[in-house]
């Protein structure tokens, strides 16, 4: 049987220091690790059930490497899904590498993942900003915080809901709008495709159009974004 993973101490404390500092990205790994209980587990058997599942479990897929070459991605027709990832991480001025290193500082290994489930683990991480590609949300802390609404709605991570819980409190104060976007968010999530079970491999050369359809994700949100600049500053 998997480890479930459950520290709530060591949770409560990086929920703590990611409330000060909405861009400590290490602490929502820290806390993703501390309070996801069965979800590798979950989702993992969900992705047994397919038989594009079975494959990527049994093949483990490294997307990092396609997501990091970026000489490769700028090739793509504009319009495409991996066009659109790769102009999302250039604007955000983050990279696949970086967030794969934040998330490995960010594991305290007290309770590690189980082997069988290291690679869902990762898979989870390393395609979040694909996600955000095409779901259509900013890297701001509202865009993220709406993007872990949709993502709540996919996986039912107690550990999502605790930092959708501070995005919430941080930004409902500084926008009227934001409690709006962000139930959109879990709407959306409810209401698309499972995409942790998705072969993003197959869809960079795609349209990003043709990806929403396939995705059953609808237009793309319409909403201001709100950088930490802004939430330090109220």
């Not at 047994?48 to 997307?63: H, S, V, W, Y």
Request: charged share 25%.
């Amino acid at each position: 049987m998997a480890l479930t993973q459950f520290a709530p101490r060591r949770a409560l404390r990086a929920a703590r220091i990611l409330a000060k500092d909405p861009d400590d990205l290490p602490q929502v790994f820290t806390i993703i690790e501390s309070l996801s209980f069965d979800t590798l587990q979950r989702v993992h058997d969900r992705m047994q059930k397919t038989e594009t599942g079975r494959r990527m479990l049994a093949n483990k897929p490294d997307i990092v490497d396609r997501l990091a070459d970026r000489a490769a991605l700028a090739k793509l027709p504009e319009g495409t899904l991996g066009r659109a990832y790769l102009e999302f991480v250039t604007r955000e001025n983050i990279s696949a590498e970086g967030i794969r290193a934040a998330g490995d500082k960010g594991m305290t290994h007290e309770h590690p993942v189980a082997p069988e489930l290291e690679w869902v683990h990762a898979r989870m991480r390393d395609t979040h900003d694909l996600w955000h590609a095409a779901v259509g949300y900013h890297g701001d802390v509202l865009g993220e915080t709406a993007l872990l609404g949709f993502t709540f709605a996919q996986t039912w991570n107690p550990a999502i809901a605790l930092i959708l819980a501070i995005g919430l409190g941080k930004t409902i104060g500084v926008a009227p709008e934001a409690r709006k976007t962000i139930v959109d968010g879990f709407r959306r999530g409810k209401k698309a495709a499972w995409l942790p079970g998705e072969e993003w491999e197959s869809m960079l050369e795609l349209p990003v159009a043709e990806v929403r359809r396939r995705l059953n994700l609808d237009s793309v949100p319409v909403y201001t974004p709100i950088r930490s600049a802004e939430l330090r500053a109220a």
